[in-house]
């Protein structure tokens, strides 16, 4: 697959799909999937194989990208000439939209690092939700109080709080 500027030029915003590869030995290319929804639905997501033609747009691919990054991705989409030729996007430009928050633990194991989960457990445990309720309703304005104690209760549930009547509909 060489650099092919014949094809339909495009501007794809997705996501990483795994890992990026190699696409050959010296690494000035690189081949990847960006998976794209017009609709954010699940079933209008599509899966587009993307290669890296120049060496520094290949090394920025194989090395500073994680999967789960939301790129925006612009170049030139291949189609097929023969029935067993694939189809691909050629890409030219690369921007990172969004990096991906956590990253896998070095074991490359499909889960959170220990210490990362330990970390959080401390965190959890060590909270007070009647607390944490009584400290943001004390700063709220009284108007917004009702709109507030609705929000707190659509996320943590019905949690009773000393003087307050229940202003559930």
Partial sequence: MTMDHSGIAVTLDGFLYDEA??????????????????TDEVVDEMVVPCTATTPVLAA???????????LRITGYLCLPRTPDEPIWLDVTTL????????SLAADDTDSLDAETIADLTDLFEDLDLVDLTRAVLDTTRPEDRARVIRAIDDVLGDIPVPGMEDLDP
């Fill in 21 to 38: 590869v190699r696409g050959d030995q010296g690494e000035t290319t690189a081949r990847f999937r960006l998976v794209v929804s017009p």
């Fill in 60 to 70: 920025a691919v194989l090395h500073e990208l994680a999967p789960g990054d939301q």
């Fill in 95 to 102: 921007e990172v939209l969004w990096a991906a928050p956590l």
